[in-house]
């Protein structure tokens, strides 16, 4: 099982695949690029073979990027699986997790794919040594660091396979006799949890997008608001003389208007020369 992570570290782009107990695979300083994620997937193909699956951060854009590179064949005849970290998945929309995170997907037991956050966390302790460090000793302290860790990790591979073992029979012992309790209650069946999921996520297709009907009525509640509140506004104009009245009465109370300030005039009188 492999975890693929691109995570900034000080100078460099460290690009760190691993296996499922923890070792590192292999470790790339690099340049943000997606030519080396796609030469760490073409690495984990050429040695662990078909099958596989590997967790990235944002698995639903690399299996695109995948696709379309010049290993895109040969990971779809080897069927590998890209999946969302456990963790960083719950930032992605509920479909894409109905499809990609490893809560609904079968195989990947109590995997969380998140052991490179986990190395990337540890390599922090060496930022006081290497920090105004060459290159080459920087390069050095953390080869060193990393070795370090495969050494760790191969020490107490026995104790991590037997807690997860351990942790995967606890789990299913304590949930067991509830789901089939519920199952019972319910008249259910295992296939219907996986309907359900195929329901959800054939329905969040179906409304990434309203619906004519929907965008038409709430335009037609929003120019509503808005003659609401332009009568607001201009209703003063409105019950003026040139709303109110047709063409020819407007001309005639025009006149009257007129006609009537001038009898309001005073008479002048001109003096005679």
Known sequence: MGSLNVSQRW???????????GFIFFLQFIINSAKYGLAAVNKVLDVCGNDQAIGHDIACSSRKTIAASSIGCKAEELRLQLVINAFHGFSHNHRCQLENHPLYLAGLGIEDLETCECIFASSNSTAPLIRHASHF???????????????????????????????????????????????????????????????????????????????????????????????????????????????????????LRFHSSLTCLPTLRIPRV
């Open 137 to 255: 000793h920087w390069v050095q302290f953390l080869d060193l660091h990393f070795e370090k860790w495969d050494t760790d990790k191969y020490l107490e591979l026995s104790r991590f396979l037997y807690n997860n073992y351990v942790q995967a029979l606890q789990i299913i012992e304590c949930y067991s006799v509830e789901l089939e309790e519920l199952k019972q209650c319910k008249d259910l069946v295992d296939a219907d949890f996986l309907k359900w999921r195929d329901e959800e996520s054939e329905y969040l297709g179906q409304v990434a997008t309203e619906p004519t009907a929907d965008t038409i009525a709430v335009a037609y509640v929003e120019n509503l608001e808005k003659l609401k509140h332009a009568e607001f506004v201009f209703g003063t104009i409105i019950c003026g003389i040139f709303l109110m009245l047709a063409p020819l009465e407007r001309c005639t109370a025009v006149s």
């Open 11 to 21: 100078r460099a782009v460290a690009s760190c695949t691993l296996i499922f107990c």
